[in-house]
Nanobody, 115 residues
């Protein structure tokens, strides 16, 4: 059973930084691409960043230059370092991965950026 647990959210002022972490279990972690998504109130869930098993990252345009995704295949964790946070980054952030048959999600962690 794949299990993803996020941590590290919180309240931060505009321009501040946060680091999110996701601990994975139940899968051969190094073989899986991992992703961070976010969902703001009233909005659809959107992809923020992904990282392949060998560490190649991709970002949506809105976070390029501000967010950095990384992974530790030994500790089976994926992190999202968020800098220069803006109020529009406020959302619940979810960790996710896919098998051949389904998508797995964590419960999410709230990030709130005050102006």
């Amino acid at each position: 059973q794949v299990h993803l647990v996020e941590s590290g959210g919180g309240l931060v002022q505009s321009g501040g930084s946060l680091r999110l972490s996701c601990k994975a279990s139940g899968l051969n972690f190094k073989l899986y691409s991992m992703g961070w998504y976010r969902q703001a109130p009233g909005n659809q869930r959107e992809l923020v960043a992904t990282i392949t098993g060998d560490g190649s990252p991709n970002y949506i345009e809105a976070v390029k230059g501000r967010f950095s995704i990384s992974r530790d295949n030994i500790r089976r964790t994926v992190s999202l370092h968020m800098n220069s946070l803006k109020p529009e980054d406020t959302a619940v952030y979810f960790c996710s991965t896919n098998s051949s048959t389904r998508t797995f999600w964590g419960r999410g962690t709230q990030v709130t950026v005050s102006s």
